[in-house]
């Protein structure tokens, strides 16, 4: 897909030109990344969706260390949009905790790529429905519950973490590049342990969230920020997370 | 090991009784839980340490939504200990972030379990000497750096989550029960996802403690604490992350 045609498709279905742009710097970066489920293809996904395009997210509250953002029926998408433009914007000091019934989120290492461009270490992690079985089979019973982990490198490039606990993502299953029975918890023999990962960090988000899908956001500007060069350093050219 | 000899072994380390009573409770819930490489056989090794038996931490700042403790030379299980019960007893809202030069912590379930069984959820991770490669082979550029999550259960069990990025454990490399090059990051032909979540963690950790290993906590009175409970009834009955 082009980028005037991506662009003219999400016109089309309401948004307004900010949120357009929004939307589509997204898919567009995952699709130069190679991450092509969260790419052009969830433009068609949008179009069959029941979308309220002049949705706005709002922050319902803010408390000491504590944001909590509503969607209010917008794409989580815009509602992340929205956090991580503020967060950059006004560094939050010492750390902030951000929770938000955010959905879909997309790649989640385009979030904390945004905050550590910005000097900001943050982790990030999202529910969605659930697809994972338990590792000894039966119905799927957790998401793949990525988690995004941005750390700044005021010397160079960031590094960006971005792992789904699935051995493939929906994404590619629903673009045909997997079959549904890959989707599983990653790790073969040990898959056990990213399917943990995966119910630990889904309960951890439905406790600010409760029952449907969000996202939590820690986010703090760093005491320290001299990890991500001293470990490339270290890696001596090796490739690391979010290197292109 | 009997309970009466490892506790005069840590009292001839010179610990006093509270602390003695602290490290003792860790060590043999490690031994009954099977993680045997956090078990008795850490009280060995600490006789092998230079420890500073007198050493207590302190809670060095208290801003809004975070903490953050310095070990003063203390163990780090006694450190996370007084975090725990600090926390245990005056419930954080909306949500506390913890940081800590804590080192060694043993085995990280112990410590959000002790929440979970205070009605909080906790996500706690640590770092630790640099022991897995890349999966592209070479020196050793990250800890294990595990991740551990407790979710509290009202209605019965808590879920405890702790996951090492270590296909094995460097308490089964110290005690003999794996080889050293089987310490790589989790995860076989996805290995790469296990060793970024290792640089994520470690580098989340490193900006709130700087070098040195420590800890990061986030802790919270749940606001939704139905998870578990509903999780349990759709596992009908599989073995779910903590359960004996």
Redesign the interface.
Known sequence: MQPEEAWSRLAALGFGGDDVETLFAHFDDAERRGKLGHGHARIEWLETQELDPVATPVKASA????DFWKSRGSLGYLVLAEICAELAEAEPW????VAADAFPTGHLGYWVRWLADAGL?A?LTASSPARLP?P?G??P??GTTP???G?PNPAGEP?V????MG?VTYGDVIRGAARPEELVP?????A??????A??????I??????GYGIVL?A?K???????AE?RE???G????GDS
Chains 1, 2 share one sequence.
């Open positions: 408390l000491p260390g504590f010492p750390v902030r905790v270490v982790a338990h000894d039966g119905e019973l957790v988690l995004a982990i750390l590094i973490v971005d792992v789904s051995a990653f790790g073969g023999e040990q056990y342990k990213a399917f943990a990962l119910v630990g960090l889904e309960g951890l439905s406790s600010f969230v409760g029952d820690v703090a760093p005491e320290f920020d001299g990890f991500a470990l270290r890696a001596a090796l490739r690391l997370p």
